[in-house]
């Protein structure tokens, strides 16, 4: 399968804890998009890298919140100090700069806080 | 106002009859504009781009309308598996999407009845 990973598919966690998300794009995708989900709302841009660049963050994106991109690969989204409001689907997509900028997804990352 | 507003539903239609949704915009600078599908609890998947010209592919066809700054899908001869709730997205270049600015509507959600 070439498309879009996501580890974990589940997490559940306790509050205050800290969790961290891994995602793998395509492999010949440059841009990769990290996006939240809540039940009955479409997708809320968090985040986004071209190549290990991180180039732009959502004001959704709290200083609790942090994303790696560090070889311009795969990349991480940390949540530091989880609170009930983070319980969310985590969904990471990737595309290519040079092409129709069409974002392909990722299953996600369903995290729950308890 | 909401940058992409869609109306919700639930749409229940019939298996076989054809329906429409519409999507409105707010941001006349918009320059790209994608219908997406999502299943429940899977990732929303590509179903088109809307072009200026209307474009078709099968049984959907997308509209665009930039004077009245809304989409349209049309989905004839609808399937049992074509419940799935529809995601307008649009990229407004200057979102806070990232540098695709995509943003998404809530989502219709679409059940075919047999």
């Known amino acids: 399968d070439t498309g879009v990973s996501q580890n974990p598919r589940h997490k559940i966690t306790k509050r205050g804890q800290n969790v961290t998300f891994r995602c793998d794009p395509i492999?010949?995708?440059?841009?990769l998009y990290w996006y939240r989900q809540t039940l009955g709302q479409g997708p809320e841009f968090l985040t986004y890298?071209?190549?290990?660049?991180?180039?732009?963050k959502s004001r959704l994106l709290s200083d609790r919140f942090s994303a790696e991109r560090p070889k311009g690969s795969f990349s991480t989204l940390e949540i530091q100090r989880t609170e009930q409001g983070d319980s969310a689907m985590y969904l990471c997509?990737?595309?290519?700069?040079?092409?129709?900028?069409?974002?392909?997804f990722g299953p996600g990352t369903r995290l729950t806080v308890l | 106002r909401k940058e992409v507003e869609q109306d919700p539903g639930p749409f229940n239609v019939p298996e076989g009859a054809t329906v429409a949704f519409n999507c409105t915009y707010s941001?006349?600078?918009?320059?790209?504009f994608f219908w997406y599908r999502q299943d429940c609890r899977k990732e929303p998947k590509l179903l088109m781009s809307?072009?200026?010209s209307g474009n078709e592919d099968g049984r959907f066809t997308a509209q665009l309308n930039r004077a009245s700054q809304y989409i349209s899908l049309l989905i004839r001869d609808s399937k049992l598996s074509d419940s799935a709730t529809y995601l307008c997205?649009?990229?407004?270049?200057?979102?806070?999407?990232?540098?695709?600015?995509?943003?998404f509507g809530k989502g219709t959600h679409l059940i075919i009845q047999p």
């Open positions: 941001n006349s600078a918009s320059q790209s």
């Open positions: 890298f071209q190549n290990e660049a991180q180039l732009e």
């Open positions: 997509a990737s595309s290519y700069s040079g092409g129709a900028y069409t974002q392909y």
């Open positions: 809307v072009y200026s």
């Open positions: 997205v649009v990229n407004s270049g200057q979102s806070g999407g990232g540098a695709d600015g995509l943003t």
């Open positions: 492999s010949e995708h440059n841009r």
